[in-house]
């Protein structure tokens, strides 16, 4: 994260409703990884203790107390293995926390061994007992005391395994649970390629279940084996339906009652259904039951998200033996190709983002807590929709969005392409079989999807595509079979290949992943792209899954372009993007990319191993561009000076600039985010005027900055109450003559082939870069280049992957004296020696004499060179670049007075 020493805060004498709400869990948005370590060990001290559900159904956490070792270990399932020397862990835990954001290329994927002692609470004699796996990545195999108890293939579902017989009940016995998970590829489990990690290891949190002989079953896929459903529903009555499966351990028939009870949001009983059967020793059987008409029930939606409980309850005789209780929601929808998306007969615009489910310093093996505190600043942003992507998400990310309003399009993660092979097709099924009937109760999921961009990379297979199209009908069907009542979904990219194949019309709606203006393109090409499939497809539902840009809080620019990774840029596109999907109402639904940045080792940007499209950082840190949705998404008010992320400028005056002749000024765009109708601007005390802002909820001043500490205060009416937010810049302000007495001549940082500022740890900011001017600095010819490689041996990727080459020199017209200048250099093509060789003359002397950057530092490792020099007689400093072999290069300069 960059280091801003300018302070940030809000005017004591305006009181300040920000609209951003800084709701009670704001610290969440700042949390360090060193707190959220804390905070996943206080989400493991609540959950230890033995939880019952519904009844007689008991629940104990494992998290605690694992043994741990990062390989294959020959004979770690027995029970007299010695795992002392194995490392001490908690769970959730993933072994690729570290070299997922290492330098080294790639990350272990391979096994890992887990080993817990497990010794039984006392009153659980004549108990079936079950071990339940939230998710491990991605195939585990369970074992207790040496004997395998089951095996799971895939990383991102729930799994279960009935372990009594391999139990010791003796009195004071240790049970050995060890686990043997493996994240290697394999050829035949999704997801086989994506741009997020696949980090291994057992990431969520694991239970002991135990249940009478007689009970739910909870070997159906690890669901909770009931289901439930709303038949028929209106805004005028009710019906529920009650489905599930009993098994019976007992070695005789049981004549079992079934009573379930939906409970209104209050506790109010409102519905009971009841069943008789009989279920055969050792065998299954299955119910269904059907409720009354419930009058006027309360309906489920994104503004009021209306919880009702069903508790199903298992009883022999007098005695309950078992319960579970479900989320129920009263609530209807429908798609529209013409008008957009309904929720209960009304029109609704689904705003929304996705979510990659990892953390920084955590990976993937998050806490509850961190999981539920994501989505709760997804709903204060606004959105009202969430794409789980790629993959089904943790137990508790569900639940949240049942209690906040939030609906969701989950999906499997086959993602890029696929395996033609059987046991691959088996592998999906079984995936998306298990998402569904695992999350089946939660009236915030309406879609289901099972692919993404499936055809980014084709095969050179005969018949690939059309092997493609026939496992999307597979799983489509599949889908609609396990659930009819939820819309099936597909994510697919830029390309006409998902409408010549058919692939398109395959899935209920398709979602486009669009990001023109950033790979390719321009934004403008954005809107008339839907229009065109509009127009085509006139009958298909389309949403718009995935849009955005990278976006490094270190870097910003004047003159924003294309791939910059500059804040400036992704607010550009998101404000461009917004525009035009208002103004497309046939759209069913939008979600941006993405709410948090997240981990993707093989990316070379200015932050390694990140994807940075998030509007917030991998830390949760707030982008300023988070809360121009939340102006936009959010009926509460909103006043938001979007230079938070820009804390520290720099910055040159023009001839005639603003300002007194001994306080120079600058001229800078601030922009402010807002839903209120007009808002002013004050800088230093002085007002810079009103706005009228309008739907676009954003307005921009140019801000005369001066050096040192400005105050920049912005303050609006939302009807009889003065709202504000304050905030101040530190201005380094630079004169457009290097020479200018009123501007004392100190250092410059170039950052040599950028349009943009970069902050570096040190707190230096580089200046983008510019073509020499007398009486100023810069370049004399040459072309800017730039490598989407990882730098190694440095945090400031950035200044060695943009760089100059083939150009005369540079001109720095400084003031006479004694300077310092460093050369930062990194050979960003060639990977052996004599390819790229030059000299540096310094005023003229040779300071570097035939320098190979391969040989000196190796391809792509940064060099740092530096250098005293004297400016005399007005002639400023002349850096001079000569080619011997190829085209020389530079990276970034830095010129400080001494």
Not at 738 to 751: G, I, M, N, S
Not at 816 to 826: K, N, Q
Request: aromatic share 10%.
């Amino acid at each position: 994260m960059q280091s801003q020493t300018a302070r940030s805060r809000r005017t004591a004498d305006v009181p300040l409703v920000r609209a951003r709400f800084l709701f009670p869990f704001c610290l969440a948005l700042l949390l360090s990884p060193s707190t959220a370590g804390n905070a996943a060990a206080h989400v493991r001290r609540n959950v230890t203790r033995p939880r019952h559900d519904g009844g007689q159904r008991f629940r104990l956490s494992l998290d605690e107390a694992w043994r741990f070792a990062g390989a294959e270990v020959e004979g770690a399932e027995g029970v007299a293995f010695d795992d002392s020397r194995w490392a001490a862990v908690n769970l959730p835990h993933t072994w690729n926390v570290a070299d997922t954001q290492d330098d080294e290329p790639g990350y272990r994927r391979g096994v890992g061994w887990y080993r817990k002692r497990l010794s039984l609470p006392a009153g659980l004699e004549g108990k079936r007992l079950f071990l339940y796996f939230e998710g491990a990545n991605q195939t585990a195999e369970v074992f207790v005391n040496g004997r395998s108890v089951g095996r799971h293939r895939g990383g991102y579902t729930a799994f279960a395994f009935d372990i009594t017989d391999a139990l010791s009940r003796a009195a004071g016995a240790q049970n050995i649970v060890a686990v043997k998970v493996d994240n290697s590829p394999d050829k035949d489990i999704p997801p086989l390629s994506a741009d997020f990690d696949f980090y291994g290891g057992i990431y969520r949190n694991v239970w002991l279940v135990a249940t009478d002989p007689v009970h739910i079953n909870l070997l159906d896929h690890a669901s909770q084996g009931v289901y439930v459903d709303t038949p028929e529903v209106n805004a005028s009555s009710a019906t529920v339906r009650v489905r599930g499966t009993l098994a019976n351990g007992e070695a005789e028939v049981k004549q079992v009652r079934v009573v379930s009870t939906v409970f209104d949001p209050a506790g109010k009983s409102v519905a009971v259904m009841t069943t008789a059967l009989a279920v055969d020793a050792g065998r299954e059987a299955s119910f269904e039951q059907s409720s009354r008409a419930i009058t006027r029930p309360r309906l489920w939606s994104p503004d009021h998200p209306a919880l009702y409980t069903v508790s199903v309850r298992i009883y022999v005789g007098a005695r309950q033996v078992d319960g579970v209780e479900s989320p129920l929601g009263f609530r209807w929808f429908s798609v529209d190709a013409g008008r957009g998306f309904f929720l209960n007969g009304e029109p609704l615009k689904l705003r929304g983002v996705n979510r990659h489910q990892d953390y920084q310093g955590l990976g993937n093996a998050v806490p509850d807590r961190l999981h539920v505190r994501d989505m709760e600043i997804i709903k204060a942003m606004g959105a009202n929709f969430v794409r789980l992507a790629h993959y089904p998400q943790a137990p508790s990310v569900i639940a949240a969005a049942d209690r906040l309003g939030l609906i969701l399009w989950e999906e499997i993660p086959i993602v890029n392409y696929i395996t033609t092979s059987d046991s691959f097709t088996q592998n999906c099924e079984e995936m998306l079989t298990e998402m569904i009937r695992q999350h089946y109760n939660h009236p915030s999921i309406l879609m289901w999807g099972y692919m993404n961009e499936i055809l980014l990379r084709p095969q050179k297979e005969e018949g690939y595509t059309g092997k493609v199209v026939e496992l999307a009908r597979r799983l489509d069907q599949l889908a609609h079979h396990e659930d009819a009542t939820r819309l099936t979904v597909m994510a697919v990219h830029h390309s006409e290949i998902y409408n010549t194949s058919g692939l398109a019309d395959v899935p209920q709606a398709v979602g486009w992943n669009l990001y023109l203006g950033w790979y390719e393109g321009n934004f403008a090409d954005f809107g008339p792209f839907l229009d065109e499939q509009h127009r085509r497809f006139p009958r298909r539902p389309v949403f718009v899954s995935e849009y955005g840009a990278d976006a490094d809080r270190r870097l910003h620019s004047l003159n924003p372009q294309r791939l910059d990774y500059t804040i400036e840029w992704q607010r550009l596109l998101h404000e461009s993007y917004l525009e035009q999907i208002e103004a497309r109402p046939f759209l069913a639904g939008t979600t941006l990319w993405n709410e948090f940045d997240f981990g993707a080792e093989q990316r070379g940007n200015s932050k390694p191993h990140m994807n940075q499209k998030g509007l917030l950082t991998f830390d949760r840190q707030p982008k300023d561009i988070y809360f121009f949705y939340q102006a936009r998404l959010t009926k509460r008010p909103v006043i938001h000076i979007a230079t938070r992320d820009w804390l520290r400028r720099i910055g040159a005056g023009s001839p005639g600039t603003v300002g007194t002749p001994d306080t120079p000024q600058a001229l800078q765009p601030v922009e402010v985010f807002t839903n209120l109708p007009v808002v002013e601007l004050f800088v230093n005390g002085l007002s810079l005027g009103s706005r009228a802002v309008g739907p676009s909820c954003h307005a921009t001043w140019q801000v005369p900055f001066r050096e040192g500490f400005n105050v920049v205060e912005a303050r609006g009416l939302s009807g009889a109450r003065m709202l504000g937010d304050r905030i101040e810049v530190q201005f380094a302000y630079r004169a457009p003559v290097l020479k200018d007495p009123r501007a004392p001549f100190k250092r410059l940082a170039v950052d040599v082939g950028s349009n943009a500022q970069y902050l570096d740890d040190a707190g230096i900011i580089w200046e983008a870069d510019q073509e020499y001017t007398p009486g100023g600095w810069g370049y004399v010819g040459g072309k800017a280049i730039k490598t989407e490689r990882n730098i190694p041996r440095t945090t400031d990727d950035h200044l060695y992957q943009f760089s100059r080459e083939g150009m005369e020199g540079y001109r720095f017209d400084v003031p006479d004296g004694d300077y310092r200048v460093e050369l930062l250099f990194a050979e960003p093509e060639y990977e052996a020696p004599g390819k790229r060789v030059f000299d540096v003359l310094l005023n003229g002397r040779t300071v570097i004499e035939r320098l190979d950057l391969v040989k000196h530092s190796g391809a792509g490792r940064p060099a740092l060179l530096s250098f005293h020099t004297r400016a005399a007689g007005g002639e400023g400093i002349k850096i001079e670049f000569r080619a011997a072999v190829g085209l020389p290069l530079v990276s970034a300069i830095l010129v400080i007075r001494e």
